[in-house]
């Protein structure tokens, strides 16, 4: 187990040295994506303006307010609180996320399945986890919404974030096949055969 500060964008490269049970921190920039926002992009054909080429998205729809646009908030919308999502309904979007727009690095709750998994080996990216409920200490590490697009959906838009020591975050998924859920599921499977053989029932 290593940790790892990655200033972003990040290199194919980089992302290949983590393994699972890394640990990361993320700097500088972070975009916020969910639901809506892909199926526009992939359903629909949308297109943003952004260059996520080496970057990290994070599933969220945060919690926002509208300041109006200034130095402090350029984007006109100040922070409120700024949670991760589960992540499974978002499987279909990792491959094309990657091929299309370049992205490295996917953060979210609950993990990715399989299709993720081949995407991450083939195209080199990882998976970051959240745990659940820690959505305001989620929010200290974002300093600033630099920038929306695709804003009609709100505030399921993309968001793109200045951060600073965004984690530690864990390496749930790498680009080598290793998952933790995988191996989560398979020694909870062992345990629990082993527990009902040891009462005499046949699993």
Known sequence: MAHYELNMPVSEDQVRKLRINDTVTL??????????????????????????????????????????????????????????????????????????????????KGGLFASSAKAFADLGGVYLAIIGGTAALETTWIEQIEEVDLDDLNPESLWKFRIKGFGPLLVAMDSHGGSLYTAVNAAAKEQRAGVLASLGVKS
């Open 27 to 108: 700097q500088q920039t972070l975009y916020g994506i969910r639901d809506a926002t892909q199926i526009h992009m992939f359903d629909h054909g949308r297109k943003t303006r952004f260059d996520m080429r080496g970057h990290a998205v994070v599933h969220t729809a945060p919690n926002v307010k509208w300041v109006g646009e200034t130095k402090a908030h350029p984007s006109g919308y100040a922070p409120i609180c700024i949670g991760t999502t589960t992540s499974a309904r978002m499987e279909r979007f990792t491959r094309p996320l990657m091929e299309q727009y370049g992205v490295r690095i996917v953060i979210g």
